[in-house]
């Protein structure tokens, strides 16, 4: 039960963040609002918890020359509240409320961590800040360059059907949205220890990967191995991050699209430029993944409205 001392705390680091518009249940990417077809979203200022605290996160900046410029995120990182051993799928939907617990506890916490999202045991999503405009320390290295994504789980690995299925449509369609190509890791790539690439926070890694990739705090189980197998059995991609692959088939790619017109610089990472050429030769919002409007996809396309 939290002390009196706790709460106090809490809302004196939330009074210092500087309240914006209500965004009306969804995701909140660059001042845009994507609602997520099936899933419930407490968007960021929805409620009075509903965002993080001054001290958990700051503006995603760096400096270009003499110029500060926005940094657009390229990898989405999963992670587990607990990453406890192990993990364990339960029927259905849990408890409510856990959303609300868990940012509340990254605001009370004198540790100054937090993540984007936090999906509940009842499948309820809370969006906790501006998914590009907003850095959330939550991975350390990767913070920079990553959007963070919580799911709630109870002692012993257990969580639920419902929590995992949100988690996965959240993560489609937010990557969509940013233009973050949907790939993840191998099955299996897991060895105990983050990959080299990782160690700079993964400034060529792109995609959906969890925080046991950039650290050796964290274990299998953060976040485990069947969020993975959702994705892939979305039609995700997987590639073998440690050996590079992912650079040399994108690399390719690139090529075939020099081949048809385009001018990109052939470095393997399927960056802003070759998401805008993919979406010219008819790729759904540039992902290579979602195919053309001559293949079949089962996932909806996402829907955005502007906040006023």
């Given amino acids: 039960m939290p002390t009196l001392a706790y709460a106090a705390a809490t809302v004196k680091r939330r009074s210092r963040v ?35 605290s001054a001290g958990d996160c700051r503006p995603r900046t760096c400096y270009q020359g003499n110029r500060v410029v926005t940094v657009k995120p390229h ?22 409320g856990a959303s609300h617990k868990t940012a509340d506890y990254w605001a ?30 939550h991975a350390t290295v990767s913070n920079r360059y990553s959007v963070g994504h919580e799911t709630c789980e109870l ?33 299996g790539h897991y060895k105990g220890h983050p990959w080299k690439r ?25 976040p485990g191995e069947i969020l993975f197998e959702m994705l892939r059995d979305r039609g995700v991609e997987s590639f073998d991050f440690a050996a590079e692959e992912d650079l040399h088939v ?20 399927p960056g802003a430029l070759t998401t805008a050429a993919l979406k010219a030769e008819g790729y759904r919002s540039g992902i290579w993944a979602l195919g053309t409007s001559r293949t079949h996809h089962p996932r909806t396309r996402v829907r955005v409205h502007h906040v006023r």
């Avoid at 400034?203 to 274990?219: A, L, P, S, Y």
């Fill in 108 to 137: 009370g916490s004198p540790l100054h961590g937090g993540a984007h999202l936090v999906t509940g045991h009842d499948g309820i999503v809370a969006c906790l800040a501006d998914l590009w405009l907003v850095e959330a320390y």
């Fill in 155 to 187: 002692v012993g690995g257990r969580f639920y059907e419902a929590a995992a299925h949100a988690t996965i449509e959240v993560c489609l369609a937010g990557c969509e949205a940013l233009g973050i190509q949907l790939q993840t890791p191998k099955k």
């Fill in 250 to 269: 994108w690399m390719d790619r690139q090529r075939w699209l020099n081949g048809r017109g385009h001018k990109l610089l052939v470095d393997g990472m």
């Fill in 75 to 96: 990898q989405w990182i999963l992670h587990k509240t607990l990453a406890d051993d192990p993990e364990v799928l339960v029927a259905g939907k849990g408890p409510p």
């Fill in 198 to 222: 990782m160690l700079d926070g993964g400034k060529n890694c792109v995609g959906i990967f969890g925080h046991r990739d950039n650290t050796e705090h964290r274990g299998r189980w953060d």
């Fill in 18 to 52: 500087k309240r914006t518009k209500r965004t009306g249940g969804g995701l909140l990417i660059n001042k845009t609002v994507v609602p997520v077809p099936g899933v419930e979203i407490i968007g960021c200022y929805d409620a009075a918890w509903s965002h993080l």
